[in-house]
C-alpha cells in the first residue's frame, strides 16, 4: 500500500487528507499541535470576543472516521527527498508522496527590536497571551496616577492594513468603546488609543479602491487613528518607532505587516524565494522530485504573472488538488495543471460592518458583514464549535458584552514579596 505523508494540518493539509481518504491508500498526517486551527477567528480570541477552544479541533477527533487516515503528533525537521524519507524528533517516517503544508509564520523583516517586543497572531497562545496583553494594560491604567504612563498603557499600535490588521483594529475599537468603558469607569471612554499604520498608501490592497474608501472611513468613524504611508522601525517596551523619528509611548504593538514560509523551507534541500516560499512546477511538484507536492504558504506559485497570495482560499484549493492529482498519478492517470480560482475576498471590520467582493461584484455594510459571518461559520470544524462562535457573535451583538474577559497570566495585581 502506497503511504502518503502530509505535514501540517492547516487548511490545505486538512483538503488533501480529506481527498485522500477511503482511496486505497495510507495517508499519514504529521502536525506539531494536536488541532486544526482556524486563523482567522485569532484575533476575536485576542480581543475577548471567543473562547480559544471555539476555533480549534482535535485533529485525531477528525480522522477518526477518515479511512485510512492517521495522524502522529511530530515536529518535522527535515528531509531526505532522494530517499523519500522525512527526519522527525526522536526519528524517521518514510513516504511514497509528500505533501508539505507547513504554513507561514510571521515576518519581522529582520527588524529585531520590533521581534522582540511586538505580538503577532500565528498560534492560540498568541492570541491568549495577547489578551492577557490588553487586558492586564487596562488594569494597570485603571490605577496609575501619572497622565502620561496611563496614556502610554491604553496606545495599542497595530501595523499592517491588510485583512487582520483592519479586522483587530475594529475589533480592538469596539472592545475599548462598548465593553472595556463599561468595566473600567476610572478611565474615560476618549483615553483607549487605537493606531493602524500601513507602510503603503491605502488599506486592504487586494480589495477595489472604493471598497478600501469605506474601510478606511469607516474605521475613523470607529476612532482609529490611521496612519497611511508610515512605517514603523523599532520598538522598546514601552515606545514605539517609526521612520520619520516620531516616537509613540505605547505598551502594546501588534505586528500583522507580512508573513514569510514556515521554518521548514529552510530545512530542505530546495530553492527558496525571498520570502522563503518554495518555487513549484504547475502540477505543485517540485521539479526534480514529482512524488513531492508542496501547497498553501509554503509554495510559490505564479498566476497571470504574479505570485499567488498566502490565503486560506489559495491553501484548501491547492489542497484538493494535491490529494487529486496523487490519486490520478496512482492510478496512471493524467492531471491537469494547479489553476487557482478566486472566489472573492472580504474583511469584517466591525459590528454590521464589512467589505467583499465576490464573483467580480463588490459589497460592504451590512450584508458583506452578513456573507462574512455565514462563511466563517461554514468553514470552522465541528458542530459544537459552529454553535458556541455563533452564540457568541449573537450575544455579542445584543448586549454589546464579550464574555471571555480573563486575564490568564499570573502577577497582574502585584506581588506582596
Same mark, same amino acid.
Given at each position: 500500500?502506497?503511504?502518503?505523508?502530509?505535514? *501540517?494540518?492547516?487548511?490545505?493539509?486538512?483538503?488533501?487528507?480529506?481527498?485522500?481518504?477511503?482511496?486505497?491508500?495510507? &495517508?499519514? $498526517?504529521?502536525?506539531?499541535?494536536?488541532?486544526?486551527?482556524?486563523?482567522?477567528?485569532?484575533?476575536? &480570541?485576542?480581543?475577548?470576543?471567543?473562547?480559544?477552544?471555539?476555533?480549534? !479541533?482535535?485533529?485525531? @477527533?477528525?480522522?477518526?472516521?477518515?479511512?485510512?487516515?492517521?495522524?502522529?503528533?511530530?515536529?518535522?525537521?527535515?528531509?531526505?527527498?532522494?530517499?523519500?524519507?522525512?527526519?522527525?524528533?526522536? #526519528?524517521?517516517?518514510?513516504?511514497?508522496?509528500?505533501?508539505?503544508?507547513?504554513?507561514?509564520?510571521?515576518?519581522?523583516?529582520?527588524?529585531?527590536?520590533?521581534?522582540?517586543?511586538?505580538?503577532?497572531?500565528?498560534?492560540?497562545?498568541?492570541?491568549?497571551?495577547?489578551?492577557?496583553?490588553? $487586558?492586564?494594560?487596562?488594569?494597570?491604567?485603571?490605577?496609575?496616577?501619572?497622565?502620561?504612563?496611563?496614556?502610554?498603557?491604553?496606545?495599542?499600535?497595530?501595523?499592517?492594513?491588510?485583512?487582520? #490588521?483592519?479586522?483587530?483594529?475594529? @475589533?480592538?475599537?469596539?472592545?475599548?468603546?462598548? %465593553?472595556?468603558?463599561?468595566?473600567?469607569?476610572?478611565?474615560?471612554?476618549?483615553?483607549?488609543?487605537?493606531?493602524?499604520?500601513?507602510?503603503?498608501?491605502?488599506?486592504?490592497?487586494?480589495?477595489?479602491?472604493?471598497?478600501?474608501?469605506?474601510?478606511?472611513?469607516?474605521?475613523?468613524?470607529?476612532?482609529?487613528?490611521?496612519?497611511?504611508?508610515?512605517?514603523?522601525?523599532?520598538?522598546?517596551?514601552?515606545?514605539?518607532?517609526?521612520?520619520?523619528?516620531?516616537?509613540?509611548?505605547?505598551?502594546?504593538?501588534?505586528?500583522?505587516?507580512?508573513?514569510?514560509?514556515?521554518?521548514?523551507?529552510?530545512?530542505?534541500?530546495?530553492?527558496?524565494?525571498?520570502?522563503?516560499?518554495?518555487?513549484?512546477?504547475?502540477?505543485?511538484?517540485?521539479?526534480?522530485?514529482?512524488?513531492?507536492?508542496?501547497?498553501?504558504?509554503?509554495?510559490? %506559485?505564479?498566476?497571470? #504573472?504574479?505570485?499567488?497570495?498566502?490565503?486560506?482560499?489559495?491553501?484548501?484549493?491547492?489542497?484538493?488538488?494535491? *490529494?487529486?492529482?496523487?490519486?490520478?498519478?496512482?492510478?496512471?492517470?493524467?492531471?491537469?495543471?494547479?489553476?487557482?480560482?478566486?472566489?472573492?475576498?472580504?474583511?469584517?471590520?466591525?459590528?454590521?460592518?464589512?467589505?467583499?467582493?465576490?464573483?467580480?461584484?463588490?459589497?460592504?455594510?451590512?450584508?458583506?458583514?452578513?456573507?462574512?459571518? #455565514?462563511?466563517?461559520?461554514?468553514?470552522?470544524?465541528?458542530?459544537?464549535?459552529?454553535?458556541? %462562535?455563533?452564540?457568541?457573535?449573537? !450575544?455579542?451583538?445584543?448586549?454589546?458584552?464579550?464574555?471571555?474577559?480573563?486575564?490568564?497570566?499570573?502577577?497582574?495585581?502585584?506581588?506582596?514579596?
Amino acid at each position: 500500500m502506497k503511504r502518503v505523508v502530509i505535514v *501540517g494540518v492547516g487548511f490545505g493539509g486538512l483538503r488533501a487528507a480529506r481527498a485522500l481518504a477511503g482511496q486505497g491508500m495510507e &495517508v499519514m $498526517l504529521l502536525d506539531r499541535q494536536n488541532y486544526h486551527l482556524f486563523q482567522p477567528l485569532l484575533y476575536q &480570541v485576542a480581543t475577548a470576543g471567543l473562547e480559544q477552544e471555539s476555533i480549534a !479541533y482535535p485533529i485525531r @477527533a477528525m480522522v477518526r472516521r477518515w479511512e485510512g487516515v492517521h495522524f502522529r503528533l511530530a515536529e518535522v525537521c527535515g528531509a531526505d527527498l532522494a530517499n523519500r524519507r522525512l527526519f522527525i524528533a526522536g #526519528g524517521t517516517i518514510d513516504y511514497d508522496y509528500l505533501v508539505l503544508a507547513a504554513g507561514s509564520v510571521t515576518n519581522f523583516f529582520g527588524l529585531a527590536s520590533i521581534e522582540r517586543h511586538a505580538r503577532d497572531l500565528k498560534m492560540l497562545g498568541h492570541a491568549v497571551e495577547l489578551r492577557n496583553q490588553i $487586558l492586564g494594560s487596562f488594569e494597570r491604567a485603571a490605577r496609575e496616577t501619572d497622565p502620561a504612563k496611563r496614556r502610554a498603557l491604553l496606545t495599542f499600535v497595530i501595523v499592517g492594513g491588510g485583512p487582520t #490588521g483592519v479586522e483587530f483594529a475594529g @475589533a480592538m475599537a469596539e472592545l475599548a468603546r462598548f %465593553v472595556l468603558a463599561k468595566d473600567y469607569p476610572e478611565l474615560r471612554v476618549s483615553e483607549p488609543r487605537i493606531i493602524l499604520a500601513e507602510a503603503t498608501d491605502r488599506l486592504l490592497a487586494a480589495l477595489p479602491e472604493e471598497l478600501q474608501r469605506y474601510a478606511l472611513e469607516k474605521l475613523k468613524r470607529m476612532g482609529v487613528e490611521v496612519l497611511l504611508d508610515t512605517r514603523v522601525t523599532a520598538a522598546e517596551p514601552e515606545r514605539v518607532m517609526l521612520h520619520d523619528g516620531t516616537a509613540i509611548p505605547a505598551h502594546t504593538l501588534f505586528w500583522s505587516a507580512g508573513v514569510r514560509a514556515a521554518p521548514l523551507a529552510d530545512a530542505l534541500p530546495v530553492p527558496r524565494t525571498s520570502g522563503g516560499r518554495i518555487p513549484v512546477a504547475a502540477d505543485l511538484t517540485l521539479a526534480e522530485h514529482p512524488e513531492v507536492f508542496v501547497i498553501g504558504d509554503l509554495a510559490y %506559485v505564479e498566476q497571470g #504573472g504574479v505570485p499567488l497570495p498566502m490565503v486560506a482560499p489559495v491553501a484548501m484549493q491547492q489542497g484538493d488538488y494535491a *490529494g487529486r492529482a496523487i490519486l490520478a498519478r496512482h492510478l496512471g492517470k493524467p492531471f491537469p495543471p494547479f489553476r487557482f480560482h478566486d472566489k472573492g475576498t472580504m474583511a469584517t471590520i466591525g459590528r454590521s460592518a464589512a467589505v467583499a467582493t465576490v464573483a467580480g461584484k463588490n459589497f460592504s455594510g451590512y450584508l458583506a458583514w452578513l456573507v462574512w459571518l #455565514g462563511l466563517h461559520l461554514y468553514y470552522l470544524i465541528g458542530f459544537r464549535n459552529r454553535l458556541f %462562535v455563533l452564540l457568541n457573535w449573537a !450575544y455579542y451583538y445584543l448586549f454589546y458584552e464579550r464574555q471571555v474577559r480573563l486575564i490568564t497570566r499570573e502577577g497582574e495585581g502585584g506581588s506582596c514579596q
